[in-house]
């Protein structure tokens, strides 16, 4: 799955420690989903659109990866712009759905919203490691070194199952059961071949447990990290980024009079 | 060079089971082992898979849904499974929530259309099913336990839902739908779909290392 | 061969001492079960002794190296009497003084690049950052890996991925080296790489070996001392290699270990050819189909009635992917494969065109990895699916079900979950739920990986019998012995190969 796999890291981003870019998106999801209007989400969307060639991906490589946003964003702007709070003049009605100016303005700013909260995270994670990620919680955050490292082990798994989900929609076709049924027998064989999935990763996982446990894992013993994690100015400078892109949007839309906090 | 003698060899298997004092079987530690980590991780990952994939096939159903205004809570126990069936399995306190963390994090990675806020949604569906798992003292392990915790875990993602992502911007009517089949989906896909893998599981000799995959009282 | 005897390189590592191994009565019984794996050991193995311990399924080799690297689990994970002693210690307190290489090459990799993998086992022991990059170097010299440290783990080939493992215990430095199959799942290249590995680690650093495999002739030269343990307890024999060997050989090949010298016997065949039933002219193979370049290519054979066809080839040489694709799960990427008029019986030309149930009776397809195919939660079902997915009524289902579950001695396992079947019994049962639908022709992917002289012995002899029945058996295989006992033609694909396929040099 290509999509699994971090570009590797050719732009400034890439250099930048994993968990820098982890609190940048944090602090930026956090504001803008405080408020849904079009202006906090626009300015957000705009400043990241400012940063974006320094992400170290090609044009096309963005594209790709942001897709699910693409297809995502029209779909909620239909679905609010038809269900969402009514406010303002009515622009079409028909029973159940109502489009008023209202609801049209916040699909608008749901749209804006989707785009600010999802580019910078999915550009942000295109060029991370999981690795690196892993060192940097463990040393920069000091977390539970056995939980992260035992996150990374499992996480390693997912590539070995891709091979696997081949072999097992190969061996139904073998044993004459991979067209049955219709829509239905579709759904139950994926839930099958799913099922199948989990056992062979779950014995695989156990396996590796033990390994990793004769390894001297999991003890009480203090470890070290043979690959450096250190937060550096570059690193400073873009969760400050993040910091200031969100505060600007919060700004400038308490000054445009149009937030509204979600939970007043 | 010793071999053991026809006698030594029967009077040895005639004792083999009486050198085992089986310790008083108190319950198990609290603290995660590496394999409890692990097959948690694992877990997390393989539904961290599924919750993309579930997401990519989210969008079109739910332009299909849309126009039933808040029907497409329906979808939401999709979501929540990795949480429930980490809980059952591993049956340790902060299974459900780091499992389901493991699972947003790598959806997230993969790349869905919420970004980071797939992290904390993963939190707070995590400690629904956790807060149930924890209110039974880890004890419970039995189905309706199994469905209260998805049908909490499907309200906690409801409310937070209708209060900060797109369909806070629903009429109340509208909000109250989405709230009500997150639950059904919840206690669903998440509670009854967990406790059929988990058993599943524990019939393959997967989970000879927990305490989910041994029945309590049968020596094979 | 000759070895090193002892420190020959010049001591690039300092010698560590070898650790001494003491039980006392030692058992261990799994949580759940009623018989303990282990009972009643009493063994002593001195520092710098290299040990191969043999004994048939069940007799607690797996326990026992488990229990010496101290990884069995606590108080809820078993029950333990008598004392196992590292160093007169416990094991589990000395982790990093004993390292542990299990059978499964992809179930030990921990880490996603080559030189972090080996470094994980010095970064949980509190190794300082500059001593743990020295280490590993040393580790991946000391096993032959060339491989630059940010080399992805995942591409490496099965021999490739236990010298890794073996590097990432060196890196540790242990006094007591555990090794649990090492070379079960690997090519015949690969076990000749790992055990020249491990004799020149052991060599170097005079640590205490104790080595698990059945194949006895491959680690004969590095071993001085064989252990057998008893499955009813304790020990069987324990000595020099040769004494034992002879003293107990027949108890052993009755148990399944490859005992030098001791030849299997050839099957009696009737060597009838019946009808042609699969042609392939030019043919060439690979992953993506009409679109995908060619693994191996412009392939020629035959598939007869009554005859085996052996198909050899190094690794990476598209084997696998032949396999399938003559199974019609792949489609050819040019080239013809046709099925004769009789063969196809009105399905078409095309195996890949055949609906899968039409495949079911056609051809039956056995996986290297006999779990991809398991589809039921009991062997009864597991053996009833073929028939049932051809329409067959209940009594006849349950007729050819019972019937082979007789024939391949399945029946005293007819309600137990396929998953927790034994290696060899795992293969008998793929093998038989591909009977289940009488397929005239049957494709096996390494049937023998991994597998004892027992179930070795037993496959073979079954084979035989289907080809004298007028099947057709088309075999995969890097074990020589097998192909030469069983083949009547042989098709090597090294001439033919491509390029390399990345997926068949990772096992």
Wanted: glycine share 12%.
């Amino acid at each position: 799955m290509s999509v699994l796999t971090p570009v590797v890291a050719t732009g400034v981003v890439g250099r930048v420690n994993p968990v820098a870019k982890l609190l940048a998106a944090v602090v930026l999801a956090i504001a803008l989903l405080l408020s849904i209007d079009w202006v906090s989400a626009g300015t957000a969307l705009l400043l990241e659109a400012l940063l974006l060639p320094f992400a170290g991906l090609s044009a096309r490589q963005l594209l790709a990866r942001t897709a699910p946003l693409w297809i995502a964003a029209p779909t909620s702007v239909v679905a609010i712009a038809l269900y969402g709070r009514d406010g303002g003049a009515s622009v079409v009605e028909w029973g159940f759905l109502s489009v008023t100016e209202g609801s049209l303005a916040l699909a608008g700013a749901i749209g804006l919203r989707i785009l600010a909260v999802g580019v910078p995270g999915i550009v942000l994670f295109a060029t991370t490691d999981p690795t690196d990620l892993a060192d940097g919680l463990g040393q920069v955050l000091r977390l539970p070194a056995r939980f992260v490292l035992g996150g990374l082990a499992g996480l390693r798994l997912v590539g070995l199952f891709m091979d696997d989900w081949r072999q097992l929609a190969l061996a139904r076709r073998a044993r004459g059961v991979a067209d049955s049924g219709g829509p239905v027998g579709a759904l139950r064989r994926f839930g099958q071949q799913a099922f199948s999935l989990l056992v062979l990763s779950v014995r695989r996982g156990s396996k590796l447990a033990t390994a990793m446990e004769a390894k001297g894992f999991g003890g009480d013993a203090p470890r070290t990290w043979a690959r450096p994690s250190s937060f550096g100015l570059r690193d400073g400078v873009l969760v400050a980024l993040g910091v200031v892109i969100a505060a600007t949007s919060v700004t400038a839309a308490v000054l445009a009079g149009t937030w509204e906090f979600v939970l007043a | 060079m010793s071999t053991s003698t026809p006698e030594n060899r029967s009077t040895a298997a005639r004792d083999s089971s009486t050198g085992f004092t089986p310790k008083a079987r108190t319950t198990p530690t609290r603290r995660w082992r590496v394999v409890d980590i692990v097959i948690a991780s694992v877990i997390g990952v393989a539904a961290g898979v599924v919750f993309w994939a579930w997401g990519l096939a989210y969008t079109p159903i739910d332009s299909v849904l849309s126009f039933s205004g808040g029907f497409e809570g329906i979808l939401n126990g999709g979501w929540l499974f990795a949480g429930v069936l980490g809980g059952i399995v591993i049956r340790k306190p902060g299974a459900a929530v780091y499992t389901e963390v493991v699972a947003a994090v790598v959806s997230m990675l993969i790349g869905t259309q919420w970004g980071f806020s797939v992290l904390i949604w993963g939190i707070v569906q995590g400690l629904g099913a956790e807060i149930v798992l924890a209110v039974f003292l880890y004890k419970s392990w039995r189905i309706g336990t199994v469905l209260l915790a998805g049908a909490v875990a499907g309200l906690a993602v409801g409310l937070m839902d209708t209060s900060f992502a797109s369909a806070a911007a629903y009429a109340a009517g509208s909000k109250t739908i989405y709230v009500v089949t997150s639950v059904v989906s919840g206690t669903v896909l998440a509670g009854l779909l967990s406790w059929l893998a988990a058993r599943g599981l524990a019939r393959t000799g997967a989970l000879s290392r927990f305490a989910s995959g041994r029945s309590a009282d049968a020596r094979v | 061969m000759v070895l090193p005897v002892s420190g020959a390189s010049g001591g690039r590592w300092a010698s560590e001492d070898g650790a001494r191994v003491t039980a006392r009565g030692w058992g261990w019984r799994h949580a759940g079960r009623r018989r303990p794996a282990v009972s009643q050991l009493d063994l002593d193995v001195a520092p710098g002794e290299r040990v191969l311990l043999l004994g048939a399924s069940g007799a607690g080799k797996s326990t026992l190296l488990a229990g010496l690297a101290g990884v069995l689990g606590g108080d809820d994970e078993g029950d333990e009497a008598g004392d196992l002693l590292v160093d007169g210690r416990a094991p589990a307190e000395q982790r990093g003084r004993i390292g542990l290489v299990l059978q499964d090459p992809d179930s030990q990799v921990v880490l996603a690049r080559v030189g972090d993998d080996v470094a994980f086992g010095c970064e949980n022991l509190g190794v300082p950052r500059d001593e743990i990059w020295r280490r590993v170097g040393h580790a991946l010299d000391a096993v032959g890996l060339d491989l630059p440290l940010s080399a992805s783990t995942s591409e490496l080939s099965g021999g490739q991925k236990q010298r890794l493992a073996l590097a990432g215990a060196l890196a540790m430095r242990p006094g007591l080296l555990l090794l649990d199959e090492p070379t079960a799942n690997l090519d015949p290249g690969g076990v000749v790489e790992v055990r020249d590995a491990v004799a020149r680690v052991v060599a170097d650093t005079g640590a205490t070996l104790v080595v698990v495999e059945h194949r006895v002739s491959v680690w004969l030269p590095v071993v001085d001392r064989v252990v057998v343990l008893d499955a009813g307890g304790g020990v069987l024999a324990d000595g020099r290699p040769d004494d034992v060997l002879r003293a107990e050989r027949d108890r052993l090949v009755d148990a399944g270990v490859w005992v030098p010298g001791a030849a299997p016997p050839a099957p009696v065949r009737s060597r009838t050819t019946g009808e042609l039933l699969l042609t392939a002219g030019g043919l060439d193979v690979g992953h993506k189909g009409p679109k995908g370049r060619a693994v191996a290519g412009g392939i020629d054979l035959t598939v007869t009635e009554g005859r085996a066809l052996a198909v050899t080839g190094t690794n990476g040489s598209g084997k696998s992917t032949l396999a399938l694709t003559v199974a019609g799960l792949l489609a050819p990427v040019a080239g013809a494969l046709e099925a004769t008029p009789s063969f196809a019986d009105g399905a078409g030309p095309s195996p890949i065109r055949w609906k899968p149930r039409q495949l079911l009776t056609r051809v039956g397809t056995v996986f290297q990895d006999p779990e991809h195919q398991f589809l039921t939660a009991t062997v009864r079902r597991e053996l009833a699916v073929g028939p049932e997915a051809l329409g067959a009524s209940p009594r006849e289902v349950a007729s050819r079900v019972d019937h082979l579950l007789d024939r391949l001695r399945l029946d005293h396992l007819a309600g137990a979950n396929p998953f927790t079947l034994s290696g060899g019994e795992k293969r008998r049962l793929s093998v038989a739920t591909v009977l289940a639908s009488r397929p005239s022709m049957l494709v096996l992917d390494e049937p023998t990986f991994g597998q004892d002289a027992r179930t070795w012995r037993e496959l073979v002899a079954l084979l035989a019998e289907l080809l004298d029945e007028g099947r057709a058996v088309v075999a995969v295989t890097h074990d020589a012995e097998f192909a030469s006992t069983l083949a009547d033609d042989v098709l090597d694909l090294s001439a033919h190969a491509r390029r390399t396929d990345p997926a068949e040099v990772r096992r």
